[in-house]
């Protein structure tokens, strides 16, 4: 069975401060890694893709890549109070995307 | 900016009946998606679909679950004889081709009641 691992969280950052999520992953065949947020109640949305090894920024956030660990994080970087959300982790072979639990942001002002 | 769009937002049903979700994905995509969300649980893999057929699907998508594009814009889920545990949010999917560095579209989701 293919896993996809999150801390659950709830994980609280002061506005400003840096917030780092984690995720690890079972199948070493898996080929691309998203990052999502989702508020509460609301559909998952898409915030950082990654293929390769390394980091990718995009604004705020950086999503890195270790396909030897089997572990992507994603870093936000100035945490702002409308970061609070829940991230999933999503990790994709072929047409499957398998989801983690996400991790639970709280950004305190 | 294309979306995927779903209907209705919520839907109450009672136990047993059947239910039809429907979704239309943004429209050059060819690949197309179900998951559910149970309420503070993972988003969950239904199914998924291409070239007007099942792909992939899950050991929760069984006999009681079907899905069909009846005109080429529509995605439809149907749930025959609901339970309980069928409550959630249904969320629909699409995506534009077959490398899996494509990321998927979600709709805003249906929440489903069943009493």
């Known amino acids: 069975q293919k896993e996809v691992e999150q801390n659950s969280g709830p994980l609280s950052v002061p506005e400003g401060a840096i917030a780092s999520l984690n995720c690890t992953y079972s199948?070493?065949?898996?080929?691309?890694f998203f990052w999502y947020r989702q508020y509460s109640g609301k559909s998952p949305e898409l915030i950082m893709s990654i293929y390769s090894n390394g980091d990718k920024e995009d604004g705020r956030f950086t999503a890195q890549l270790n396909k030897a660990s089997q572990y992507v994080s994603l870093l936000i970087r100035d945490s702002q109070p409308s970061d609070s959300a829940t991230y999933l982790c999503a990790v994709a072979t072929g047409n499957q995307f398998y989801f983690g639990t996400g991790t639970s942001l709280t950004v305190i002002p | 900016e294309p979306e995927v769009t779903q209907t209705p937002s919520h839907q109450v049903t009672q136990m047993g009946q059947e239910v039809i979700l429907r979704c239309v994905p943004i429209s050059n995509h060819l690949y197309f998606y179900w998951y559910r969300q149970i309420l503070g649980q993972k988003v969950e893999f239904l199914v998924s679909f291409y070239n007007n057929e099942i792909s992939e699907k899950s050991e929760i998508f069984d006999d009681q679950f079907s899905v069909e594009r009846p005109d080429g814009s529509n995605f439809t889920l149907k749930i025959r004889s609901t339970k309980l545990e069928d409550s959630a949010m249904y969320f629909c999917?699409?995506?534009?081709?077959?490398?899996?560095?494509?990321?998927?579209?979600f709709g805003d989701g249906t929440r489903l009641s069943i009493l």
């Open positions: 199948d070493r065949g898996s080929q691309s």
């Open positions: 999917a699409s995506r534009p081709g077959y490398s899996s560095n494509q990321p998927q579209h």
